[in-house]
């Protein structure tokens, strides 16, 4: 969903791009090995998943008499799965596994924030942006981080779509409801400096947007990061990619990859491309990003590479998470890189059931870590 408030049957989006100021920030991510000299690279990406689909409201049509009551029960709806999903519940569980690894560098897409006003004005045509913070993923993840033992900073920050919209509260009240979109890259902080620095934080939304019926644009993007570690660089980028959409419309996430490629990608400095591509490995799911990136990009894939032969699906637990029996069925997370001077060595799935009640999850993805030695 994208949208700044208007009139009920005209919502536009609000797109704002952030991207943190960082001149260096030093933490030891490497450890040196007894062969040649080289070192090791721990990164991960996960999706955290915001909680609901959003089909109850992308679907809808403006001009449908009824469009105002549907759009109110979409919005409730969707409200209720993402509260049903308990993201502290899912985090404290992913932070838990992060305190396992301890990864260097982590890749974070759907780092949701919601904000919320009460009463709003969206219904009277009103203009205010909601600003009380009702949830904010990165905060709650961040907290559990740290209460798990795992001590991380954030890097490199994007926001996407950033969506409002009315939430009935009585049959005569309400509030809006605001949703903002983000990627984020976290590094690790607690270790000796000065072996890991990062600067030039960059991010950005996609040109290629797709649009809805409703008037609004669901806009995807990246952020990146610049790394050196011991004088040598590369560049680190986190990447969610647009859903694979009817063959009628146009091919808006290959469009997106190609903007990586000609945007942060285009660079002199080796790379490590992480995220959600929505772009199943083995072509079973928008199935041309994934050679775009790994054919003419020059990207070598992770998994392919220490985990030959494993099929390391990623995506396809049910949104509520909640069925034991749904399993994931394509593999659209990875980690690629590109230059000489990385190896693939390990590459591992991080998909473990939290309890015995929903959420069983902590989200709808698999976390995919990913162990690179450097020259």
């Known amino acids: ?85 308990n993201f502290p519940v899912r985090a404290d569980a992913l932070a838990q596994q992060v305190a396992r690894r301890l990864p260097d560098l982590i890749a974070l897409q759907e780092v949701t924030l919601i904000r919320r006003q009460s009463p709003g004005d969206f219904v009277r045509g009103g203009s205010v942006p909601a600003e009380t913070v009702e949830a904010d993923y990165l905060a709650i993840l961040m907290t559990a981080l ?8 954030v890097v490199s920050i994007a926001e996407h779509t950033d969506v409002e919209v009315p939430l009935a509260t009585s049959p005569t009240t309400f509030d809006d409801l605001r949703l903002t979109d983000r990627d984020v890259i976290l590094m690790r902080t607690d270790l000796p400096p000065g072996h890991l620095r990062v600067t030039n934080p960059l991010g950005g939304n996609f040109a290629a947007s797709v649009p809805l019926p409703i008037g609004i644009d669901i806009l995807r993007g990246w952020c990146s990061v610049d790394v050196q570690v011991r004088g040598r660089w590369f560049r680190f980028i986190n990447a969610h990619l647009e859903e694979e959409l009817p063959s009628f419309l146009p091919d808006i996430q290959t469009y997106q990859a190609a903007e990586i490629l000609s945007g942060p990608a285009n660079t002199s400095l080796p790379v490590v491309l992480a995220g959600d591509f929505n772009s199943d490995a083995y072509g079973n799911y928008g199935p041309h990003p994934y050679p775009l990136l790994v054919g003419p990009g020059g990207f070598t894939d992770a998994w392919s590479v220490a985990r030959r032969g494993v099929l390391g699906l990623t995506w396809g637990h049910d949104q509520f998470l909640a069925d034991p029996s749904v399993a994931h069925i394509f593999r659209l997370d990875y980690v690629l890189y590109r230059g000489s001077i990385f190896e693939a060595e390990d590459a591992v799935t991080l998909d473990p059931m939290i309890g015995s009640a929903p959420p069983l999850w902590y989200s709808d993805h698999a976390g995919v870590a990913v162990k690179l030695a450097i020259q």
């Open 1 to 85: 969903m994208a949208a700044h408030k208007n009139l009920w049957n005209s919502l536009t989006c609000r797109v704002t791009t952030v991207a943190i100021l960082i001149c260096s920030i030093s933490a030891p991510g490497w450890s040196q090995r007894a062969d040649g000299g080289k070192r090791e690279l721990d990164v991960q990406t996960i999706n955290l998943y915001v909680g609901s689909e959003f089909a109850p409201v992308t679907g809808l049509d403006p001009s449908d008499p009824a469009f105002g009551l549907k759009l109110l029960t979409g919005v409730a709806t969707i409200y209720g799965r993402i509260a049903f999903s």
């Open 146 to 153: 740290e209460r798990n033992g795992a001590h991380y900073a």
